[in-house]
């Protein structure tokens, strides 16, 4: 058992490095941290956004800003604690002025989400965002329509929810938010180890 966990130790290790040191897309230049992950390598459950903000590049840590704090409440409000989840970024660099990660960004930066899933072994995924949903679930996904609806990718249960840092900018939808961090606390409690 210790040398399975010494190798993941060592594959945790070398995939935050190469994250640390990629530059596959230009965003490496005006980056002031990789923003790689954070929470329980062992989760069943993991939250993926799109990219880090302001915030997240200067901690280097994500969801740490406005909508970070206001996710942390939703996830005390549903009896879960940050500590026992992972939340992650498609993009681990900050695109400028907070803007939607490009496609060529997503391309060249998705193979590290990927290999985090892999590591992690979550049996639940969710979304939070648009951004992250169309890369994750569907293209064509409609975060208003759609947002809480279950979908099943290869080995993951996954649903979208809210980004944050939308409902800070509309609060008509945390009603929304609610339900459906409810309908993932559930799930989670039900598939868990």
């Not at 498609?90 to 290999?115: G, T, V």
Request: with cysteine; aromatic share 8%.
């Amino acid at each position: 058992m210790k040398d399975t966990d010494s190798n993941t130790e060592k594959a945790w290790a070398d995939l935050e490095e190469r994250c640390e040191n990629c530059t596959k897309c230009p965003l490496y230049k005006t980056k002031i941290n990789t923003v790689f992950g954070v929470g329980n390598k062992s989760a069943d459950l993991m939250f993926i956004g799109e990219a880090p903000g302001e915030s997240e590049d200067k901690q280097g840590e994500p969801f740490v800003g406005a909508s970070g704090q206001l996710l942390d409440r939703y996830l005390r409000a549903v009896g879960l604690k940050r500590c026992e989840v992972y939340i992650g970024n498609i993009l681990k660099c900050r695109p400028p002025h907070n803007r939607d990660p490009l496609p060529e960004e997503e391309d060249a930066c998705i193979n590290f989400l990927r290999e985090q899933l892999t590591l992690i072994k979550p049996k639940i995924l969710v979304c939070l965002g648009r951004v992250a949903a169309k890369r994750i679930i569907s293209p064509d996904f409609r975060i208003t329509a759609e947002h809480g609806k279950w979908f099943v990718k290869g080995e993951y249960e996954v649903c979208a929810v809210y980004h944050p840092s939308a409902l800070l900018r509309d609060a008509s939808k945390r009603e929304d938010m609610l339900r459906d961090m409810m309908d993932i606390a559930e799930k989670y409690r039900e598939t868990a180890r």
